[in-house]
């Protein structure tokens, strides 16, 4: 396991606030079992970034043609919806919600090449919301495969989240298993599909990126 290397410095900001708020406590307070207390809270804290922004070892499942997920989570949509931005038409729809406490780091879902990438500053609702897949902050990536196939996903932040990274880049080669960026705290991932493709998952299945297969595309 390693941890993220966009979030290097939000570690270092939790540590600091962690570290001076228990020196002002401290300086504050006399009484030892509130000093004890309140470490345990600075200490689990600080400690508790360090695991939120782990990027663990995953055995990639995916391939060219198999699509695993980008994200760990609960699979919360599994229908058709016309996606509006890239394929002007109607897809199957899955989307992953992650919890405060799933690994956030996310993770190419497809072997192939990025044909589109935009990032949308936007809000930050709940993220399991359906509107928030367009109105919150977000990064939309597009893949095609060697077959010619393109899936769509988009990461997208949540109430809590203020920050969106996306590794994503016109005519960047990426391989199903390796992290394509990350999400910071609660959020969701929403693919678009083609009509053809296999669907794997249902509504309430808990997934996990690189190891969980969502789709198969046709060969």
Not at 35 to 58: D, H, K, N, Y
Request: aromatic share 12%; net charge neutral.
């Amino acid at each position: 396991m390693r941890i993220d290397k966009d979030s290097h410095g939000t570690i270092i900001t939790v540590w600091v606030v962690c570290i001076l708020l228990t020196a002002l406590f401290f300086w504050w307070v006399k009484a030892p079992w509130a000093r004890v207390i309140f470490c345990l809270l600075t200490g689990f804290s600080a400690l508790f970034s360090i695991f939120f922004f782990r990027v663990p070892e995953r055995q990639a499942v995916g391939s060219e043609t198999t699509v695993t997920s980008v994200a760990d989570g609960e699979v919360v949509i599994v229908d058709k919806a016309f996606e509006n931005e890239y394929f002007q038409k109607e897809c199957q729809r899955i989307s992953v919600y992650m919890d405060f406490f799933n690994v956030h780091a996310n993770f190419w879902p497809v072997t192939g090449e990025i044909s589109f990438c935009k990032y949308h500053p936007g809000r930050h609702k709940l993220a399991f919301l359906p509107k928030s897949s367009d109105l919150n902050e977000h990064a939309t990536s597009v893949i095609r495969t060697p077959d010619g196939h393109e899936i769509l996903f988009k990461q997208i932040a949540g109430t809590f989240a203020r920050r969106v990274v996306s590794y994503s880049q016109p005519g960047l080669k990426v391989q199903s298993g390796l992290q394509c960026g990350v999400i910071k705290l609660g959020s969701r991932i929403d693919f678009f599909l083609p009509l053809d493709a296999v669907i794997k998952v249902a509504e309430g299945d808990i997934v996990r990126a690189c190891e969980t297969v969502i789709a198969e595309l046709p060969r």
